[in-house]
């Protein structure tokens, strides 16, 4: 019989773990470069693109580079332009003339006062951060965050905000010293590559209406849950806060063998598909959880509770990825279900009516052995009520499921798939 689950934690970050092999080919990138591995990333996703096999990534980006790059991250490099072109320096002979209108189209890089554009004026770094700042999810960001950069002060005023927002997600650069933010510093192609590489790994962050052309499908797996949306497009899949799935456990459990901390492992058995045919999450990928809390079983048949977080999925792939989940019952947590109790209490009620039998049908021998049938009839009925209340007042169960056992979980925020 399937347990319910449900779980809540925070987005953990997803990691770039290894150099694949195409950092060979880049002739001026080698392996021990610092940013080979967002390099490699936005080269295989053709978000940047080499100059015969170099990168040239001490070179500046172009706000027109940039341009090009971001609308390759959000999936909307097609977008159909349905603006006029009202910069000054701009004309139908620009290179990436249709590039510039769809980034004022979104409002993505804006122009000048003056009317202009500027595509190949060199970006400075805080610009960056000021065009990854407008396109996430608003928050009200920690300043204090900024102290610990020893150049703080040289954050113009109108990007203190910008940074303490950045910083806070995670989406920034900070080399060749982590106490430097640089900001008024040109953009160099290195560092653009790895400013869009962490958003392209953080796009649950990026608000929707930047994100290409989005379908929505469904999943069926339990007409309870209170959603069954996926948002899909280019980029990634989105599973909808308040979605149900099936998981199953990866060995076997025994909450008396576990305490807080501990981390439990799930996986799925099959292939997460919508109804419309989309893979979501592949078979075996493995749901990684955290016990908070274990509430040991208690008299009067207090069966225990196990109350898990889910945090993240390992994808086949080795790719992580954020998940956000509870356990799908009232009070949230794992525990035995009715039908074991009830078993329970039913061994107890067997045992006590064959000792309530015996007694009566010994009372029944005294005075008249003509009664032996009257007091079986009055022996097993009080037997069955002492055992029965024997049941109520012993220890509850601990909660146990064997390896391979599925437990629904329900989604407390949107998880993002984000496609490789």
Not at 75 to 96: C, G, H, R, W, Y
Not at 172 to 185: C, F, G, I, S, T
């Amino acid at each position: 019989m399937k347990k319910l689950i449900s779980g809540a934690m925070a987005l953990c970050l997803l990691a770039f773990n290894a150099i694949p092999a195409l950092a060979a080919s880049i002739a001026d990138v080698n392996q021990n470069y610092w940013a080979a591995k967002e390099i490699v990333s936005v080269v295989n996703d053709n978000i940047m693109t080499l100059s015969g096999n170099r990168f040239n990534p001490e070179g500046n980006m172009t706000r027109v580079e940039f341009v090009n790059s971001l609308l390759k991250v959000l999936s909307n490099e097609n977008l159909n332009v349905n603006i006029s072109n009202q910069f000054s320096d701009v004309t139908k002979a620009t290179p990436d003339y249709a590039n510039i209108l769809r980034s004022q189209q979104l409002g993505l890089v804006y122009g000048y006062p003056d009317g202009t554009f500027q595509p190949n004026r060199v970006l400075l770094r805080s610009e960056a951060q000021s065009v990854i700042s407008h396109i996430t999810k608003d928050m009200v960001a920690d300043k204090s965050i900024l102290k610990n950069f020893k150049d703080a002060s040289a954050i113009p005023a109108w990007a203190t905000n910008v940074y303490a927002k950045t910083v806070n997600y995670g989406i920034y650069v900070n080399h060749p010293d982590a106490a430097e933010l640089r900001p008024n510093d040109s953009l160099s192609r290195a560092e653009a590559a790895v400013l869009l590489a962490r958003l392209k790994a953080k796009l649950n962050l990026v608000k929707s209406q930047y994100i290409g052309a989005t379908t929505v499908e469904h999943l069926d797996v339990t007409k309870k849950a209170p959603t069954n949306e996926v948002r899909v497009n280019n980029v990634q899949n989105v599973i909808a806060e308040g979605n149900v799935l099936v998981v199953a456990f990866d060995e076997k459990f025994k909450s008396e063998d576990h305490q807080a901390g501990d981390i439990v492992t799930f996986y799925n058995k099959e292939d997460i598909c919508t109804q419309e045919g989309t893979l979501v999450i592949p078979a075996g990928s493995k749901f990684i959880a955290q016990i908070n809390e274990i509430k040991d079983p208690r008299w009067f048949n207090k069966n225990a509770r196990v109350y898990p977080q889910l945090c993240k999925i390992v994808l086949p792939n080795g790719q992580q990825l954020a998940f956000n989940a509870k356990p799908f019952t009232k009070d949230n947590s794992l525990k035995e279900g009715f039908w074991t109790n009830a078993g329970n209490l039913a061994l107890y009620a067997v045992s006590g009516a064959a000792v309530g039998t015996g007694a009566g049908v010994g009372f029944a021998f005294i005075p008249d052995p003509n009664k032996i049938g009257t007091g079986i009839a009055i022996g097993a009925p009080v037997g069955a009520a002492v055992g029965l209340a024997t049941g109520l007042i012993t220890p509850g169960l601990n909660y146990h499921a064997k390896n391979g056992e599925e437990i629904y979980v329900i989604l407390l925020d949107d998880a993002a798939i984000t496609k490789q």
